[in-house]
């Protein structure tokens, strides 16, 4: 079975850096692409971009490009997603989600993982 | 990009109604439009892909239809378990994927 096991939650300071991970288990890593969702407190869903867990190419949302960075590390079927220069406005619970499609990403998302909350706060 | 708008914003339905919730896309999306259920302090779930085929194990009162712009998720008898937050989302033009804001489904 699918599990995506995502790290703990964080509090960090204004334009401090965060780095969850998410480790996935239960298929094979490589074949599948990863995507990171996040959701600001009693808001909707927010698509943060994609990670070719094969090759390590990304794409980011717009909003998010030149702050994000998404890697992953084959050894251990963990992929990470790294935010900086945080802002009051990035609080919110970060989930990563496994593309449905074998071998080429761009799909729905078919497992997620339980979710970390970030908290910027000073 | 691609706007996906979810009506209503809130559904009030008792239990053992039917609840119908739409979605609709900017632009055409085909059949590429997912939807997803989410409780409270849980992650979202899929229910529908290809807008309206059933994910694995969700039950048969779960339907979608429509295609191109207009998208529907029927529940046709609501159990206490599907109170949530149902939100769809596109998958053909990316990036980036888009979701819907949202619609709750509440008890009346």
């Known amino acids: 079975q699918v599990h995506l096991v995502q790290s703990g939650a964080e509090v960090k300071k204004p334009g401090a850096s965060v780095k969850v991970s998410c480790k996935a288990s239960g298929y094979t890593f490589t074949s599948y692409y990863m995507h990171w969702v996040r959701q600001a407190p009693g808001q909707g869903l927010e698509w943060m971009g994609i990670l070719n867990t094969r090759g390590g190419s990304t794409t980011y949302a717009q909003q998010f490009k030149g702050r994000v960075t998404m890697t992953r590390d084959t050894s251990t079927s963990t992929v990470y997603m790294e935010l900086s220069s945080l802002r009051s406005e990035d609080t919110a619970v970060y989930y990563c989600a496994r593309d449905s499609l074998v071998g080429s990403g761009w799909s729905f998302l078919d497992y997620w993982g339980q979710g970390t909350l970030v908290t910027v706060s000073s | 990009e691609i706007v996906m708008t979810q009506s209503p914003a809130t559904l009030s339905v008792s239990p053992g109604e039917r609840a119908t919730l739409s979605c609709r896309a900017s632009q055409s999306v085909s059949s590429n439009l997912a939807w997803y259920q989410q409780k409270p302090g849980q992650a979202p779930r899929l229910l529908i892909y290809g807008a309206s085929t059933r994910a694995t194990g969700i039950p048969a009162r779960f339907s979608g239809s429509g295609s191109g712009t207009e998208f529907t998720l029927t529940i046709s008898s609501l159990q206490s378990e599907d109170f949530a937050v149902y939100y769809c989302?596109?998958?053909?033009?990316?990036?980036?994927?888009?979701f819907g804001q949202g619609t709750k489904v509440e008890i009346k």
């Open positions: 989302q596109q998958y053909s033009n990316w990036p980036p994927w888009t």
